[in-house]
């Protein structure tokens, strides 16, 4: 299994909602990644797990909440989003966490927001 | 700090014709760098990493320290590789954590 998988591949919530995005892994990574990307922009880094420790926090909002409960696994909690977090939520893995390593993708979950 | 720039927003070739993608970065230590590729509602992927010195699909990519680039070439460029590319940097960022930053990205819209 060389793939990122991400579910739900699309999620519309309300602003008072809680909602939850996964991702999991089965390449035995222990680097793990949540992105932010808009429309027609790069993705844009939230995130980043080593070991199932949090070691990045890109100054994300509290209402973004992240989990990695075991290697393989990857969440992000949701509480109270504003309209413009709509965005597409990109999880990523490395095998590595030092430079040479590429990231694999997964293929995201497009969120709104109403 | 860590940046990539992509200095064009969009590249339009004809088939057949070549091309290349511009990036620049800035970083102080000894970077690593790739270049990503999307495709039109496909997920993001690795194209090429600078270390392993590769050519993927026709694209090649030389880092060059001196001029801190990373330039993808393609010497005849076909429809299907219309997409979005992604130059990226990967280095420290604080301690012992490593990032992966983006620049803002190229379309190329390549015609028949």
């Known amino acids: 299994d060389t793939e990122v998988t991400q579910t739900p591949k699309h999620l519309v919530m309300g602003m008072t909602n809680k909602k939850s995005l996964k991702c999991e892994q089965h390449m035995g990574h222990r680097a793990m990644y949540w992105y932010k990307q808009k429309a027609k922009k790069p993705p844009e880094l939230m995130f980043v797990y080593s070991y199932e420790k949090l070691s990045i926090n890109e100054s994300v909002p509290s209402r973004f909440s992240p989990e990695c409960p075991n290697s393989s696994l990857l969440n992000l909690h949701l509480h109270a989003l504003q309209p413009e977090d709509s965005a597409l939520y990109l999880c990523a893995s490395s095998q590595g966490f030092t430079g040479p390593y590429g990231y694999t993708f997964g293929s995201g979950t497009r969120l709104t927001v109403v | 700090a860590q940046r990539v720039t992509q200095p064009e927003k969009l590249l339009s070739v004809f088939k057949g014709a070549p091309v290349e993608l511009k990036c620049n970065y800035s970083?102080?230590?000894?970077?690593?760098l790739f270049w990503y590729v999307q495709y039109s509602r496909q997920r993001l992927q690795l194209l090429l990493r600078h270390i392993s010195r590769e050519s993927i699909k026709g694209f090649t990519a030389d880092l060059n320290k001196g001029e801190t680039s990373f330039h993808l070439k393609k010497p005849f460029a076909q429809e299907e590789d219309s997409a979005m590319y992604y130059c990226a940097l990967s280095g420290r960022s604080g301690g012992s954590n490593y990032k992966l930053t983006f620049g803002k990205g190229t379309l190329l819209t390549v015609n028949p």
């Open positions: 970083y102080s230590g000894s970077p690593e």
